[in-house]
Every structure is written in C-alpha cells, then in structure tokens.
C-alpha cells in the first residue's frame, strides 16, 4: 500500500528541490500509474468556456501569492511578523501573521499559516502543498473513507452531512490532522475579527485540504472563499456534487462567470498533472475550474485564462492530451512560480 501511496502522491509533490535534480520522468511515473489503475470516474461534462475578467485575474493573482507565501514555512524557514517573508510579503502591507504552524516531521499534519489583512479586512487561512515524497507522507492510504470519519467542528447538524460522500483517506488524514491543530486558534481569531471574511487558499496537496476545511467551515455556518491551484481530485461523485450544492447553491452550476456570490475556483494549468490524480476510478472534481491555458503559467495572457463549464471539461484541464502533461514547472507555475521562499 506504501508503494502504490508513494505513486499517487508524487504527483501532488511541489518540489523543494532543485528542479534539476529531479530525475524520475513524469511521463513513464504517470503512464504507469495510469495503466494500472485506469481513469477518473467522470463527473457532469461540458466543453463551454468564457473569459476571465481583469478583476478575476487580479484576484486569482492575489491568492496565488498567498499560496507562494506558505512555502516559507519549513523546517527552518518561516513568515516572520508582522508579515515578512520576501517578496510577496511585500504585496500585503496591512497584514499580519498571527499564527504559522511549522513543519512537523514524520507526520502529514499540512503546514499552514494565518493571518489577517487590515485593508481587504479578510482572515486568510493558507495551506502549504508537500514538499517531498518522503516519510511524511508514504503512511497515507488511498483507499476512501466515509465522512462519519470527518472532523467537522462543533455545530454540524445531521441534516448538513453527505451520506454517501467518499473522500481520499490520506488526504482526510491530513485534513484531520491539520484541523484539530490549527481550529480553535481560527475560531478566536474569527471571534476577534467579526467583520472579517474568511479565505482558505491552498496549493497541490494543500488545495485537497483547503476545500475541505472549506466545507467543514460552511457547514458550520461560515462563508469562506476557498481558492485552490492544482489541487487533485478529493473525492467520489456523491462529494462533488454535495460540494457544489454548498458553494454553488445546485448541482451542474453556472461557472462561467464571476458573479459576487462565488465562493469557490479551483485553478489549473496546461500539463499539469496533479488535476487528474487519484487516475483511479471513483474521484469527481468539484465545479468551479479555472484553466490556464498556456504552457508558461507565470502571469499568463488574460486571453488564456478561462471559465471551465461543469465538473469535467475537455476543453480545459481533463483535456489535456496526457503525453503532455508533467508534474514539475506545470504544476509550480499558477501566476507566480510556486515552491520558492524568499521570491
């Protein structure tokens, strides 16, 4: 179960490391996985599209430069106050971190990091992808788990809960894991701040987390914004659509625009290969994709970023031809390049 562990999660990796350094190639890592575990169950499909608006790449922008920010929390790299980590710090000059939760070692627990913006006046919450494929996260079992395995908070009534909802088990550890640490410091924070939304970012590994601590939140009746890039499918088709219910208000939503009650984008890239893992059967993604349609993801064309119909579009993500799709550059560059500290 380890090996076949090691194999999915490599994929949702954002390597520390010198790209260079990398020697496993992601088309032979990925033509294996694939041929031995088939492809994604396939959710509401749809091939329209639409343009993007400058506010919408302005603030998808914005967010990814959060997700670069919690890179910096490490093992012996971290965001120091009132908000200084490089440049992107730079960019949020009346924020402050209040609490940065650092790496802990053997344990999938997700670093993260909060802090609130005085002049957007919203609480972020920003989940950091992997960093390596090693002992922290082979322990992950693939299989899915209900959500009666799911930490929900303390004001979950059964009505709000999704019977047949199926989740990854490793990343619903993480999640798990990640929430009892991080919930109670949120909760004062939010108590603090009453007046401030609440923003749930996350990249790679750390976007599967952040739709889940999304949703923990809207159940418990919050209304986060939750942004994630190049996240992996989280669960079985009963989950998306559930999903989708809470951000969207329906199933099968209309995605094709930024109207001022949208809660949710889940961003892609051209290549990127971490959208489509699990590649077994059984996983949905969620509404709400945004694709960027380039090969350099690093403040893309405004022409190339786009609205993606449905949970499932060949026009976008999940029709990227698959000799095409990597797991290195591709999955790092979301409007900024992503893996890095101090830039």
Known sequence: MKFLTVLSLMACTAFAAPIDEVTTTPESLSFAVLSLFGSPSVGYESIDTAPVSQDTY????????????????????????????????????????LYVYQDIQFDPTLPSYIAVDHNSKEIYTVFRGT???????????INQKSLTNFAWG????????CENCKVHEGFLRAYNLTYNRISKNLDDVIL???????????????????????ISMKVNGHDPLVVTYGQPLVGNKEFADWADQLFFGQTKPNVLSDFPSRKFYRVTHLGDIVPTVPFWSGYTHTSGE???DQKNGVLPSLKNVKFCQGQVNKKCAAGTPFNKKLILLEHLEYFILLGLCRI
């Open 290 to 292: 945004i694709f960027l």
């Open 58 to 97: 302005n603030k998808l922008l914005k967010y990814s430069r959060l997700a670069g920010i919690s890179y910096c929390v490490g093992f012996e790299t971290t965001i120091d106050k009132p908000f200084r980590c490089g440049l992107q710090c730079k960019e949020f000059p009346n924020t402050e971190v």
């Open 192 to 214: 603090k701040y009453p007046d401030y939304s609440q923003t749930i970012v996350g990249h790679s590994l750390g976007g599967a987390v952040a739709l889940l601590f999304g």
């Open 131 to 141: 960093r390596s494929v090693g002992d922290a996260i082979t322990d992950l079992e």
């Open 154 to 161: 303390k004001n979950i009534t059964a009505s709000q809960t």
